[in-house]
């Protein structure tokens, strides 16, 4: 019966690691090199309480994120 072999299909896990999904020489990559991105911790540093609230996301994330999605 052809639907025996679907449950195996499923079990199936399959590794990669992102880098090597993106070129070496990409605009992103290169953006990356280019632009030390820690002075936006000191920027946003008294917008975050340390001991309160729920884990935020990195706020250097939410600021690569329009470029990212410009591109």
Known sequence: MMTQNT???RE???MFCMDDLVPKDHLLRLIDKAI???FIYD???EKYCPD???PS???VVL???PLISNT
Do not use: T
């Open 52 to 54: 309160n609230g729920r």
């Open 7 to 9: 449950d195996k299909k």
């Open 36 to 38: 030390d991105w820690s």
């Open 57 to 59: 996301i990195d706020p």
């Open 43 to 45: 920027l946003v540093e």
């Open 63 to 65: 600021i690569k994120i």
């Open 12 to 14: 199936q896990i399959q």
